[in-house]
Nanobody, 128 residues
Framework: QVQLVESGGGLVQAGGSLRLSCAASGRTFSSNAMGWFRQGAGKEREFVATITWSGGLSQLADSVKGRFTISRDNAKNTVYLQMNSLKPEDTAVYYC?????????????????????WGQGTQVTVSS
């Protein structure tokens, strides 16, 4: 199995930046894609970004396009979420997840279904 550890969360003022990291260990060769999701207080968990290990295909939620970037370092088995121009509405617990299922279309990885393992989450708080 794959284990995931997120880091990089914290408190930041609106307009600021944070970079989240998700380090994968264990059977990492079984992972086809990584995703970031978030859950604000009293809200359902929602998709933020996803990237495939092979080819580096990626997709971002409309709400974060132009502000967030997802990248990966295959050698380190680590995925990053660079978050710029943060807004109070970005406040949430951010989770990374890994998907062993393969889909040719990146859009499938915007749903929770394909993801097998989840990290413990990291809190991001954006103050106004």
């Amino acid at each position: 199995q794959v284990q995931l550890v997120e880091s990089g969360g914290g408190l930041v003022q609106a307009g600021g930046s944070l970079r989240l990291s998700c380090a994968a260990s264990g059977r990492t060769f079984s992972s086809n894609a990584m995703g970031w999701f978030r859950q604000g207080a009293g809200k359902e968990r929602e998709f933020v970004a996803t990237i495939t290990w092979s080819g580096g295909l990626s997709q971002l939620a409309d709400s974060v396009k132009g502000r967030f970037t997802i990248s990966r370092d295959n050698a380190k088995n680590t995925v990053y979420l660079q978050m710029n121009s943060l807004k109070p509405e970005d406040t949430a617990v951010y989770y990374c997840a890994t998907a062993t299922s393969y889909y040719s279309m990146i859009g499938y990885y915007t749903r929770e279904g394909p993801y097998d393992r989840w990290g413990q989450g990291t809190q991001v708080t954006v103050s106004s």
